[in-house]
């Protein structure tokens, strides 16, 4: 089985996000970047079945600027065996990003992909659903568990309700959740084993992909800021308060 891992290069979620002062976007200029955290607990799943014997080879693809290559990079370092950089300073949807994997995906004949269940910038949370449509597969998505079985994979799903149980055939999409797993850091050793491995670049268009994008970004606002908080006396007044400033009991 070979493993397919799309991972998105996102500004660091330790960082706080500015936006920028003509409210196209936020400022990514001289921002740290890294791998969205969901596409690490994706690598690390795609890597577990690895080593558990079910893969033979786990492949990174990203798509986006140069620099995108270095976030393939971390993948690589945490063990992924080769990489696929789809390179365009284009903005990417959703839409397009998962035609890219699929082109990717069929070109390398993938028996699995593995994908974050949400990017944590633009909070789509749609790559992977439209990725099962296009390529007609199964889809499991934002699961905890999964094991390689005879019959493609049991997958274990957090869902509202709590937890959901399937059977998915092979070959299959699944989108990651948060309590996949826990992902390892890379070693030294392995980060400089990491700057060896291949990384093939390529355009959408090398992939028969047009970049067109549905959506325009009207305008980028910053959260309002939080009002300050109002020191109650004791139980009675809360209640009140709750009760008839905030109307929510
Ligand atoms: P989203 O639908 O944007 O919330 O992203 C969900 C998942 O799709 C991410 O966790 C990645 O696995 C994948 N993905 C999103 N954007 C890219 C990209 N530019 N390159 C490769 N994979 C991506």
């Given at each position: 089985?070979?493993?397919?891992v799309?991972v998105?290069?996102?500004?660091?979620?330790?960082?706080?996000?500015?936006?920028?002062?003509?409210?196209?976007?936020?400022?990514?200029?001289?921002?740290?970047?890294?791998m969205?955290?969901?596409?690490?607990?994706?690598v690390?799943?795609?890597l577990?079945?690895k080593?558990?014997?079910?893969?033979e080879e786990v492949i990174i693809v990203s798509?986006?600027?140069e620099k995108a290559a270095e976030t393939i990079r971390t993948g690589l370092a945490m063990g992924a065996d080769r990489g696929v950089h789809?390179?365009?300073?284009?903005?990417?949807?959703?839409?397009?990003?998962?035609?890219?994997?699929?082109?990717?995906?069929?070109?390398e004949?993938?028996?699995?992909?593995?994908?974050?269940?949400?990017?944590?910038?633009?909070?789509?949370?749609?790559?992977?659903?439209?990725?099962?449509?296009?390529?007609?597969?199964?889809?499991?998505?934002?699961?905890?568990?999964?094991?390689?079985?005879?019959?493609?994979?049991?997958?274990?799903?957090?869902?509202?309700?709590?937890?959901?149980?399937?059977?998915?055939?092979?070959?299959?999409?699944?989108?990651?959740?948060?309590?996949?797993?826990?992902?390892r850091y890379a070693s030294l050793p392995n980060i400089m084993k990491a700057k060896k491995k291949p990384i093939d670049a390529?355009?959408?268009?090398?992939?028969?992909?047009?970049?067109?994008?549905?959506?325009?970004?009207?305008?980028?606002?910053?959260?309002?800021?939080?009002?300050?908080?109002?020191?109650?006396?004791?139980?009675?007044?809360?209640?009140?308060?709750?009760?008839?400033?905030?109307?929510?009991?």
């Amino acid at each position: 089985m070979k493993i397919l891992v799309p991972v998105k290069r996102v500004i660091d979620a330790n960082i706080r996000v500015r936006v920028k002062a003509d409210n196209t976007g936020v400022e990514t200029a001289n921002v740290k970047m890294a791998m969205n955290p969901f596409c690490e607990i994706a690598v690390e799943e795609a890597l577990r079945l690895k080593e558990a014997g079910h893969a033979e080879e786990v492949i990174i693809v990203s798509a986006g600027p140069e620099k995108a290559a270095e976030t393939i990079r971390t993948g690589l370092a945490m063990g992924a065996d080769r990489g696929v950089h789809v390179q365009t300073d284009d903005r990417l949807e959703p839409l397009t990003i998962a035609k890219i994997i699929k082109a990717v995906s069929d070109k390398e004949g993938c028996d699995l992909v593995v994908l974050g269940k949400q990017s944590i910038d633009d909070d789509n949370n749609q790559t992977g659903q439209m990725l099962a449509a296009l390529m007609e597969r199964p889809l499991g998505s934002y699961i905890s568990k999964i094991e390689k079985n005879d019959n493609g994979f049991a997958i274990t799903r957090e869902i509202d309700a709590g937890l959901e149980d399937l059977q998915i055939s092979s070959p299959a999409v699944v989108t990651a959740d948060l309590r996949l797993n826990e992902p390892r850091y890379a070693s030294l050793p392995n980060i400089m084993k990491a700057k060896k491995k291949p990384i093939d670049a390529m355009s959408p268009a090398d992939l028969g992909v047009e970049v067109s994008n549905r959506l325009t970004v009207v305008k980028v606002d910053e959260p309002p800021a939080r009002e300050a908080g109002v020191m109650v006396s004791g139980a009675e007044e809360l209640v009140d308060k709750l009760k008839n400033d905030a109307k929510v009991i």
